[in-house]
């Protein structure tokens, strides 16, 4: 089976940089998202990795170790409006199709 | 932009009944998911579609069905709603398998 395991909260304050975890056991690993979904809202897309490295957009930067099944998603310079659920998403390959599992989320709370 | 329409914001219905969720999206994808969000457990998925008239089952199929008689839209269908059942419930597509999703802004079910 998949497994995804992120933390389930974290607080940080403005303009501080804070670093979400997720390490995944998936086989026919094919990639993994970002997502972060505002309390009421439909999750938007971040970022995604396919390949070992960091990946850089803006304030939020994505890192992949496939080996170590381990990503992490970094957030610099805070901002209030960042307070929200990041949500990790495994990509699997399985025959033809390509199986998404998430992890349960991240809720981020920024203060000031 | 890509638009992902979901029927209905908030829905109540009652144990027994056969309730249909309806997801249209605008930007001809190939790929439409159901996942249904449950406060702790986070996004899991019901069924994947990866072309008109295929699905796959996800995570939890059990007291779902789907149907995808044309590209643009795929439906959920709960054969007969228990209490269970009550969640809020997200479409999403993508252009490509292992794409970037886009999200609908869910349906919050209630079944009484």
């Known amino acids: 089976g998949q497994n995804i395991d992120q933390p389930t909260e974290m607080t940080a304050t403005e303009g501080a940089i804070v670093q979400i975890n997720c390490t995944y056991q998936t086989s026919g690993f094919n990639g993994l998202f970002w997502y972060q979904q505002h309390a009421g809202e439909a999750p938007t897309f971040l970022s995604y990795?396919?390949?070992?490295g960091l990946e850089e957009k803006g304030r939020f930067s994505s890192f992949l170790s496939r080996s170590k099944g381990y990503s992490y998603l970094l957030l610099k310079e805070l901002q209030m409006k960042d307070s929200a659920s990041y949500l990790c998403?495994?990509?699997?390959?399985?025959?033809?199709?390509?199986?998404?599992?998430f992890g349960r989320g991240t809720s981020l709370i920024v203060h000031p | 932009d890509v638009k992902v329409t979901q029927s209905s914001r908030y829905l109540v219905k009652r144990t027994g009944e056969k309730v249909f969720l309806e997801c249209v999206q605008d930007?001809?994808?190939?790929?439409m998911f159901w996942y249904r969000q449950d406060p702790g457990l986070g996004l899991r998925l019901i069924y994947f579609?990866?072309?008109?008239?295929?699905?796959e089952k996800g995570d939890i199929p059990e007291g779902y069905s789907v149907s995808r008689e044309k590209k643009e839209r795929f439906s959920l269908i709960l054969e007969s709603a228990s209490t269970n059942q009550t969640s809020m419930y997200l479409c999403?597509?993508?252009?490509?398998?292992?794409?970037?999703?886009?999200f609908g802004d869910g349906t919050r079910l209630s079944i009484l």
């Open positions: 998403a495994a990509i699997n390959r399985s025959g033809g199709s390509y199986i998404p599992t």
């Open positions: 579609s990866y072309d008109v008239k295929m699905k």
């Open positions: 999403a597509s993508s252009f490509r398998a292992g794409q970037p999703q886009h």
């Open positions: 930007m001809d994808h190939e790929n």
């Open positions: 990795n396919v390949l070992d």
